[in-house]
């Protein structure tokens, strides 16, 4: 059975940043925390989100962008992430944090169809999640845009949170290009 993250080089996947290191990273789980958080959580993680973790719980990834097919209150085909929350209750931005995936349901009306483990640059008004309601809490969660500001809808990015981290592309790939129509800027 291939392994998470098998041929994926997760030493260069974060970037280093002392707001991160406060507000998001956490020490490497141990396996009763995991079990801990997933009872509180009421949903299994997935393999690859804890291997993720063991190699750095929680933080910003270097490469922030992942490509949409549809338009979203980000961009027109893409969205962007802004930090990943480890697994653990201590830090701000973790799992069960002060802002973790709890709180996004309870205080921002969050539809509760699984675990909110992405922030986005929008400062709650949209998040990304794993989204359980596939398989049911126990299974592979696929991974969605959840977006506040369009009535919560929900879009489709990746069918598991491997797939998912291996589509981050650096938002670079996504800056405004000039268009010429008829030797004019538009």
């Not at 260069?12 to 079990?35: C, D, N, Q, T």
């Not at 949409?68 to 930090?83: F, K, L, N, P, Q």
């Not at 922030?119 to 969605?144: F, N, T």
């Amino acid at each position: 059975m291939k392994k998470s993250f098998d041929d994926f080089d997760l030493s260069g996947f974060w970037k280093k940043s002392e707001y991160a290191l406060r507000e998001y990273v956490s020490k490497p789980p141990i396996e009763e925390s995991i079990h801990s958080i997933e009872k509180e959580l009421g949903y299994k993680l997935p393999a690859s989100y804890v291997a993720l973790m063991m190699s750095q719980n929680g933080g910003i990834p270097k490469n922030c962008a992942f490509p949409t097919s549809e338009r979203t209150s980000w961009a027109e085909d893409h969205v962007a992430i802004s930090g990943i929350m480890g697994i653990g209750k201590e830090k701000t931005y973790s799992l069960c944090g002060e802002f973790g995936s709890q709180f996004m349901m309870e205080e921002w009306g969050y539809p509760d169809i699984g675990i909110y483990f992405g922030d986005c640059p929008s400062a709650g008004h949209d998040m990304i999640c794993l989204d359980y309601r596939k398989y049911g809490k126990e299974g592979e969660p696929q991974v969605v845009h959840v977006d506040q500001e369009r009535d919560y809808k929900i879009t489709f990015l990746a069918d598991c949170f491997e797939e998912f981290i291996r589509g981050l592309v650096n938002d670079s790939v996504f800056s405004v290009e000039v268009k010429r129509d008829a030797g004019r800027e538009t």
